[in-house]
């Protein structure tokens, strides 16, 4: 059984259509990154995934519980970081895990869960008082309580700093360990890359990618970046008129070629060679993820830079578990 499956998920707003058939299924002990531009649908899909949200069509089943059904269910056995979660202002951190672990029936120390998130020294001051980054840590700290078999982080680095985004790291890859699920929504493609087995890119609310990174690179033809050095830099059109160049740009004494496969990146070292120039150094790196996502939001015909409004932010108190969800759930 999947510890979650996502079954032609669709949510309309109005005209709008934040998800749009979505499908995909996540495996027990899988860290799966779910990635997009703004506005893709990554948060209405996890708002849905709690329950906060009701599909238009489409259900999704966490543990094998239906999620807009047992929507109290899910959240009880799900550890989730939302994004715009809300912390109380006059309770302290460690109240604040305690809080967590009395809603989830978990008996975890507040100090071993606040170590683990780097918050050990603030454990007794007024999450009122705490940087984004610390109340990040917070929240991150509050979804690790009980030990779920499923963690669902939104945005998770938002806000931390890179000893966070390190810990961050280590704590994914523990939970990975143990056979926790993680599925995470992120726009740090370095944390995805790093972290994550298979990652799925929506845009604007469809699938348009699902697979590791090594076979998303496979997919989008081993795209690779060719950095040569050359003195004097080399003319640029032969290069351009190579099969599988897709793209040459001039990088100060560099000259860069984006590649679709490993032969183009041949060709093209051995064009500049042939070139009256001399050459320096040679540098190859595989895509990156980066790459990767541009050329999948490229592929799936999307045409301009999304810019969409961001929906209201969790009303003021309404608590560690609230997220920018319309409270739609039961
Ligand atoms: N409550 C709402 N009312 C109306 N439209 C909404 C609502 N929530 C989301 N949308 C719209 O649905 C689309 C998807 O939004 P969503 O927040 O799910 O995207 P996202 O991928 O999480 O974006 P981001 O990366 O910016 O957080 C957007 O066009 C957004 O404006």
New binding site residues.
Partial sequence: MSAITIDSLR?E??D????DGLSLSVAPGEVFGFL????????????ALLGY?RPTAGTITVLGRDAATESRAVREAVGVLP?GYALYDRLTAREHVAMAASFRGGDDDPEAVLSRVGLADAADRRAGGFSKGMAQRLALGMALVGDPDVLVF??PSSGLDPTGIAALRRIVAAEADRGTTVFF?S?DLAQVEATCDRVAI?DD?RLVALDTVAGLRERYGALATLSVAADPLPDLAPLRALEGVASVAVDGDRVVCRCTSADAKVRALRAVFDGDCRVRDADAEPASLEDLFAASVGESGRTDE?D?????AAPAGAGPYAT???GEGE
């Fill in positions: 949510k707003y109005g709008t259509f934040a998800v997009g531009p703004n506005g893709a649908g990554k948060s209405t899909t996890i708002d949200v994004d939104d945005e929504s726009h929506v609310g999304a969409d409004p961001a929906p209201a920018t969800a319309t």
